[in-house]
Each structure stands twice: as C-alpha cells, then as structure tokens.
C-alpha cells in the first residue's frame, strides 16, 4: 500500500470539499510500474487498493478550463524534479493556496452532522448579518503531512499571502527544517500568490527571503490544474469534513475546527488569527522592485523562479 501511495504522489489530484481523489494513470499502467518495483499485482487488485485510498472512477465531466496550457505536462515533470530534489537534500517543501472565504455567523454550512435536531441558521447569506469574514490560507507540509492554516479577517492579498507563509516559517518551518536554507513553494497561477503578481513576490522577497535568510523557490502549478497542487486534497479536503454541517458562528470555532482535524494517516493541523487590515491594490514602489533579487529558472521561467535575500 505504501508503495502505491508513493508511485502515485505526483500524479494525484483531489476535491477539497469531498474528499475525493484521481490519479492521471491507468490501473493497467500502475500495475506495470509496480511490477518493475518488484511487486507483482494485476490491474484488478490495483483498482481495489486504489478504492482503498480513496480514490474514485470517473466519466467524463464537461469541467475543462479553456485556459489549458500547452506546456502543463512540462511544467509537471518540472515540478516533480524539483520536488525530487529538495526531497533528496531534505529541504523543506510546501503546498499554499487560499480556502474558500468563509461568512463568520449563523450560516448554513454543506454537510451533515449528527444531532437530536437540526441547527437553525439565517435563511439568507447576507453580509451586513455576519459578524465578519475568515479568510483561511493554508500552509501544508507534504514531507512531515503538517498543516497550517491563518486566518485572515481583511482581504486576500499578496501581503497576506506572504505574511501567512513567513508566520509557518518562523513558528513551524525553522523548528523543523532550522539547518535549511532554501524553500520550494508549491502555488497556483493565480490569485494572491499568482505568477504574473509582482507584489507577491516582493513580500516573500522581504518577509520571507531577506526576513530570514532564505533561497526561496517558487513554482506554480499550469493554468487549469490547481487541483493538483496537494493542498487541496491532503489538507483542505479534510478540514471541509471535519466542519461539515456545523455553523461556522466564531473565529474561536473555525480555529478549533482546524485545530482538531487529523486523519488516520496522522495530519496534524496548527491555526492561527490574524486580525490585520490587508488593504488592496497596493502595488510595489520601485524601491522595492529595485531591491527584488529575483532568478527565473531556465524552463518556464514565468511559473519558476527563486528569489534570493537581500544581505
């Protein structure tokens, strides 16, 4: 079983609201590849395993985004080297994105829970009623199957982002991976860590990268493809089931949510508030565009670079 999982970590995409997952390989395939490993197994038992883990078969869905890139299956063989090799150098390694925002109140919640009598909420989802916003970015660890979760009242910006990532690294990353002094970060094309925001990359240059000493690599997953990215279906997906059905009416709730998700597996998740203001549109001065020391990679440099502290 174990071999299983770690053939089919890099080709794995999952929900993070149900739980589901999909691997891009045929069961005949992986049988082969298993073979070659030594491990004698049919397509049949394969399927078996994989039903197991939590992985479903599916028909076809009209769910492609027209935004698919040419050069996605590049970029994922990219990625998987550079996962390779921080691996082999025991690096730190990490898969960020934000959760779906969330009204903080008396809001119906999808899902279901076990009760005497259903939980009244507001027949409405209306701001003005809610006592505020959470808006959870995440944090996963993929080589310790760690997660960190901060949850911002203000709005979802590259500043955020950033101050979300150095937070697990000054609380969490240094404690585990303290001799380490480079970073890859796994992240979508877009939003407030996307590859074409030139703030994001400013803020993890000064927050992140000079902040503490770090070689931080960032590499983003194609166009199209965020549910690759392990976050969502290792870390999102779990905490979706944890708190389903439940009203989300306290930040002191959603924490504790967080806090107590696990899996038989032994993730472990870590949350915190963060109460700043996050104004929006605030772009880079050119002092801070001037300081950025920034290396585009050789393959795909707009969706690979490492961004080198300021001494």
């Known amino acids: 079983m174990e071999a299983l999982e770690q053939l089919l970590e890099r080709d794995t995409a999952g929900d993070p609201i149900s739980g589901l997952r999909w691997s891009r390989r045929t ?6 590849l298993l073979t070659q490993r030594g491990w004698r197994i049919s397509p049949n038992t394969v399927a078996r395993l994989l039903h197991h883990l939590d992985y479903s078969l599916h028909v076809n869905r009209k769910h492609i985004a027209t935004t698919f890139s040419p050069d996605r299956d590049q970029q994922f063989h990219y990625i998987g080297e550079l996962r390779d090799r921080f691996q082999r150098r025991h690096w730190p390694i990490i898969s960020v994105d934000t959760k779906k925002r969330e009204l903080v109140g008396l809001f119906k919640n999808a899902g279901a829970r076990w009760d005497r009598q259903p939980w009244p909420v507001n027949d409405h989802d209306f701001r003005s009623d809610a006592r505020g916003i959470a808006i959870p970015y995440g944090v996963y660890d993929p080589l310790g199957h760690r997660g960190s979760i901060i949850v911002g009242v203000s709005h979802n910006t590259p500043a955020f982002a950033a101050h979300a990532v150095a937070h697990w690294w000054r609380r969490e990353g240094r404690v585990h991976y303290g001799p380490a002094r480079e970073l890859l970060i796994l ?3 877009g939003g407030s860590n996307g590859y ?8 993890l240059h000064a927050q992140l990268a000079t902040g503490f000493n770090l070689r931080v690599t960032v590499a983003h997953y194609p166009t199209g493809a965020s549910k690759w990215n392990p976050i969502e279906h290792r870390l999102f997906s779990e905490i ?4 389903a059905g439940e009203p989300l009416d ?15 597996t032994g993730l472990t998740v870590s949350a915190y508030l963060d109460r700043r203001h996050y104004p929006t549109g605030v772009a880079p001065t050119s002092e801070q565009l001037r300081r950025l020391r920034l290396r585009p990679h050789d393959t795909l440099p707009r969706w690979n670079y490492t961004i080198l502290p300021t001494l």
Do not use: M, N, P
């Open 187 to 189: 992240a979508d094309t």
């Open 240 to 243: 979706s089931k944890h708190w």
């Open 27 to 32: 069961t005949g395939t992986i049988a082969e």
């Open 196 to 203: 074409r925001c030139a703030t994001w990359k400013t803020e």
């Open 250 to 264: 306290s930040y002191e709730k959603i924490l504790k949510f967080i806090r107590t998700t696990k899996t038989q």
